[in-house]
């Protein structure tokens, strides 16, 4: 099997809504991949799709060797899926909880209780084992939602904004374990997810997705490398007006700028040496500079290149 995941020209619509247009992706086994875009772009369907959740209009897709549409059971039987909402019982235990999924995916009984213990430990949560979920921080909860999708061994892991509404060492936590699914066990994971640093993190290849449309595939590394230079963030304010600082940047020969709120984003060749250049022209300009700062080129910028505004400013 040379793909796990490959899906063509899919488009979905809902009555007067496209939520996929044309959408195309390949995913290699055993690899990390991530679908990265605002929410409204087409992820979550992508994932219905892929998971015989919902039919598309047209496009066909496999997963795991299995045609969606023509062998939905046999691609569910490879799969497994982990989405924004819990899963979860809260009322019974971690261990019920793994057990039940087991069971409902074929274990025995005796499978299903190895099975479940020895997820409690992958995932590092078995101290909890027999406390109900509801008492588990949102960490560890999150952790067992993970470790549900997993509990048949599929090849194929499904996994929807995993680390909505978690704390940093949470979400640095997790993204150790689904890191380790693809490094150690050779599963194949499909990561959508709004936040830059996770693709960036865990994705080997990522698909930056835009009103239903994948607008650009590669590595974090390679689409970032496409973007020469250096991106220069500028503070202003509050009583300076952005459209008078980016008239000033412009003057100053500052082709690239956009607006962010009370902040510009210029693209400049070398960012160090043009710094004390840019303060200078904004300061005969009349605009006061609350901070500056110069870095390089992030998927955020790469989403502003292709679709003329910043991940973080749709998804907010």
């Known amino acids: 099997m040379h793909t796990a995941i490959q899906a063509e020209a899919l488009v979905k619509r809902y009555g007067d809504v496209t939520a996929l247009d044309g959408l195309t992706v390949d995913v290699a086994p055993g690899t990390v991949f991530g679908l990265l875009g605002p929410n409204g772009a087409g992820k979550s369907t992508t994932v219905k799709v892929l998971t015989t959740l919902t039919r598309p209009d047209s496009g066909t897709a496999t997963v795991a060797g299995h ?57 590092g949560v078995a101290d909890a084992a027999g406390r109900v979920v509801r008492t588990w921080s949102g960490g560890m909860a999150r952790k067992l939602d993970v470790a549900m999708g997993l509990v048949h061994r599929p090849p194929v892991l499904f996994l929807d904004e995993p680390t909505t509404g978690l704390d940093p060492q949470a979400r640095a936590d997790l993204w150790t374990e689904i890191a380790a699914l693809a490094r150690d066990e050779g599963t194949t994971v499909l990561l959508t997810t709004h936040y830059l640093e996770e693709a960036d993190q865990l994705a080997e290849r990522v698909a930056i997705v835009d009103h239903g449309r994948v607008v650009a595939t590669g590595t974090p590394d390679a689409l970032k490398s496409d973007l020469r230079g250096d991106t220069v963030v500028v503070g202003l304010a509050p009583s300076d007006d952005p459209s008078l600082a980016a008239a000033v940047l412009h003057r100053a020969g500052v082709g690239d700028v956009t607006t962010e709120g009370r902040a510009l984003r210029a693209r400049v060749d070398d960012g160090a040496q043009a710094v004390p250049g840019l303060l200078a022209a904004l300061e005969r300009g009349g605009v006061s500079v609350a901070a500056i700062s110069v870095a390089r080129p992030s998927l955020d910028d790469v989403y502003l290149r292709l679709t003329g505004r910043t991940l973080a400013e749709v998804a907010a």
Not at 76 to 96: C, F, Y
Not at 97 to 110: K, P, Y
Request: hydrophobic content about 45%.
């Open 67 to 123: 045609d969606v549409a023509a062998e939905p059971a046999q691609v569910r039987r490879n799969i497994g899926v982990v989405t924004q909402r819990a899963a979860t019982d809260p009322q019974a235990t971690g261990r019920e909880n793994l057990v039940l999924a087991g069971r409902l995916q074929g274990l025995s009984g005796a499978e299903a209780r190895t099975r479940a213990d020895a997820l409690l430990a992958r995932f």
